[in-house]
C-alpha cells in the first residue's frame, strides 16, 4: 500500500488532495493545528475506507517535536511527501516597509523551514522508494502583489528549496506547484474575493494527477495540469 504524508489536511487544498489520495486506496498521515477540525477531516476523508488507512496526528509543523511524530508514524515508509500547511503571516498583510521582521522570521520558519525539515527526515526512505515530494508554493513566489512580499518571499524560497532538491536527488520526484486562487480560509484571511475563486477540489485533482503520471520534477501549476491530457 502507498503511504502520503500531508500536512495541513484539516481544510482546503490538503483536506481535498488527501480525499482524492484516499479514494485511491492510499495509505494516509495527515496533520493540521487544531485537533478537534483535524479528526472531523480525517472522518471525510476517509470516507468508506477503513479508518485504519489514516492516522491524523494534530500539530505545528513548525515544531520538531511534532514532526518526529510524523516521522515515527510513517516508519513503514513513505512514497509521498506533500507539504501544503502554511501561513500568510500577520493579517492584515503589510508592505514590505512596515513589516515586522519578526513576524517573518515565524513565516519562513512554518512554510521553508519546516517543509525541508520534514524532507530531510524522510528522504533516505523517499530515495529507497522512488518516492515523490509534492511542496505546494504560489504565484506569489513569482509576481509582485502588493502587501503580499512576506508570503511570497517564502514561497520563493520554497521554490529554491526544491529547484535545487530536483538536481541533487534523481531517485526523487520534486515537484513544486502553484494550486491558483482557491477559495479557502487562507485566501479569505488575506482580504482577497475568495468566493469568486474556484474550490481547493479543482486544484487538487490537478496534483492528483502529478502522483498518477509522475512527470519530471519541476515548477507546475494547477491551471496548465488541469488543460492536459
Ligand atoms: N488559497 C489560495 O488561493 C492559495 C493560492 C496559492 C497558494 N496557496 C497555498 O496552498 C496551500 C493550501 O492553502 P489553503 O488555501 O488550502 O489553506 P487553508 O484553507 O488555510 O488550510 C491550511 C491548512 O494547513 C493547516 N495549517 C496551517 N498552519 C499549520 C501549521 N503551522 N502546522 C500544521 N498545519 C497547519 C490548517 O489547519 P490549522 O489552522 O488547524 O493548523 C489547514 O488544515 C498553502 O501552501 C498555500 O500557501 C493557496
Redesign the pocket.
Known amino acids: 500500500m502507498r503511504t502520503a504524508l500531508i ?9 481535498a488532495l488527501a480525499r482524492e489520495l484516499a479514494r485511491d486506496g492510499w495509505r494516509l498521515v495527515v ?4 485537533a478537534d ?2 479528526s472531523a ?1 480525517a472522518r471525510a476523508i476517509g470516507g468508506d475506507a477503513d479508518p485504519g488507512n489514516i492516522t491524523a496526528i494534530a ?4 515544531d520538531p517535536a511534532h514532526r518526529a511524530d510524523l516521522v515515527r508514524a510513517v516508519d513503514g515508509g513513505l512514497d509521498l511527501l506533500v507539504n ?4 500568510l503571516g500577520p493579517t492584515p498583510m503589510h508592505r514590505l516597509a512596515a513589516l515586522p521582521v519578526t513576524d517573518l522570521a515565524d513565516t519562513f520558519a ?2 521553508v523551514l ?1 517543509p525541508l525539515a520534514l524532507i530531510q527526515d524522510v528522504l533516505p526512505g523517499l530515495r529507497e522508494r522512488r518516492g515523490a515530494i509534492l511542496n ?5 513566489a513569482v509576481e509582485n502583489y502588493e502587501t503580499w512580499g512576506g ?1 511570497g518571499l517564502t ?1 520563493a524560497a520554497l521554490e529554491q528549496l526544491s529547484n535545487v532538491l530536483a538536481a541533487e536527488e534523481p531517485e526523487v520526484a520534486v515537484w513544486w506547484a ?5 477559495n ?4 479569505r ?1 488575506a482580504g ?1 474575493d ?1 468566493d469568486a ?1 474556484p474550490p ?1 477540489e479543482e486544484a487538487a485533482a490537478a496534483f492528483h494527477r502529478l502522483v498518477t503520471e509522475r512527470p519530471p520534477s519541476g515548477r507546475y501549476r494547477a491551471a496548465d495540469l488541469a488543460g492536459t491530457r
Open positions: 500536512t495541513g489536511a484539516s481544510r482546503g487544498l490538503g483536506r496533520d493540521a493545528r487544531d477540525a483535524l477531516a500539530g505545528d509543523v513548525a501544503n500547511a502554511s501561513t512554518t512554510n519546516a505546494v508554493t504560489s504565484d506569489a508570503y514561497k502553484d494550486p491558483g486562487e482557491m479557502t480560509d487562507m485566501l484571511a482577497e475568495a475563486a481547493p
